[in-house]
């Protein structure tokens, strides 16, 4: 069995998710860098800076969402309580370190747009807070 196959469904499913809500974050991200450009092309740039670094930064949040998922799915196998807190402890601390190099790579490296860069970093919280809202108020329904 590989490494993929052993994946909960729960774990493949709510990455899905969040890979949809990033992708349409990163996606309308793009499309306002790109109507800003032609508003203010002096001011607001929209070419490869712009769009590699958004796009490695939507991966960076899936990612990060990813080994989450990975982290909950091991710690809810273990039954020792104090070996599934240094578990989770230690990949918070790997996830934290992964976002924090990609924000200094983002901000540092010419090649990438440090906006365009971060920005998708927030797309999975925030696609979770609508989709619970709208979900809440009825406009969804729970699947």
């Known amino acids: 069995m590989s490494q993929l196959e052993k994946v909960s469904p729960a774990v ?5 998710n969040i890979t949809i809500y990033t992708a349409v974050g990163t996606a309308g ?8 450009h032609r508003i203010y092309p002096e001011k607001v740039p929209f070419d ?14 899936v ?3 990813f080994l989450m998922g990975l982290a909950v799915q091991k710690v809810a196998s273990t039954s020792d309580e104090q070996l599934a807190r240094g578990y989770m402890k230690a990949s918070y601390s790997r996830r934290m370190l992964m976002q924090m190099l990609w ?13 365009a860069g971060l ?11 609508i989709i619970g809202t709208l979900k809440g108020i009825g406009v969804i329904h729970h699947s």
């Open 63 to 65: 990612l990060n969402f």
């Open 119 to 129: 920005i998708p970093l927030l797309f999975p919280s925030l696609g979770i807070k």
């Open 48 to 61: 490869f800076t712009v769009v590699s670094a958004g796009l490695l930064g939507a991966l960076v949040a």
């Open 103 to 115: 924000a200094v790579l983002a901000i540092c490296l010419p090649c990438f747009h440090f906006a």
């Open 29 to 36: 991200m793009l499309m306002v860098f790109f109507l800003l």
């Open 12 to 16: 493949r499913k709510e990455t899905k």
